[in-house]
Nanobody, 114 residues
Framework: QVQLVESGGGLVQAGGSLRLSCAASGRTFTRYAMRWFRQAPGNEREFVAAVTWNGGTYYADSVKGRFTISRDNAKHTVYLQMNSLKPEDTAVYYC????????WGQGTQVTVSS
């Protein structure tokens, strides 16, 4: 079992920055690829970014060049640095651990005002 707890969401003006954190429990953190998804009201949950166990990164086109995903395996934590935020980035952001099983956090709200 892996438990995930997101933090760092909030209200920010367009052009601002936020850093989300996802703290994972369990001793098998390094076996999991870690991903961020988001879901805006009325929309389906969509992929944002992923980091593999050895640091390989992938991004949705909509956030490429603005968001950076990273992980600290010693701290069992994955981060999402979000810069140049836009109102369309407003959503609940979810952390996901993907391995033999898949686990989700409870989500953290990000609101970007224009």
């Amino acid at each position: 079992q892996v438990q995930l707890v997101e933090s760092g969401g909030g209200l920010v003006q367009a052009g601002g920055s936020l850093r989300l954190s996802c703290a994972a429990s369990g001793r098998t953190f390094t076996r999991y690829a870690m991903r961020w998804f988001r879901q805006a009201p009325g929309n389906e949950r969509e992929f944002v970014a992923a980091v593999t166990w050895n640091g390989g990164t992938y991004y949705a086109d909509s956030v490429k060049g603005r968001f950076t995903i990273s992980r600290d395996n010693a701290k069992h934590t994955v981060y999402l640095q979000m810069n140049s935020l836009k109102p369309e980035d407003t959503a609940v952001y979810y952390c996901n651990a993907r391995g033999p099983l898949s686990f989700w956090g409870q989500g953290t709200q990000v609101t970007v005002s224009s």
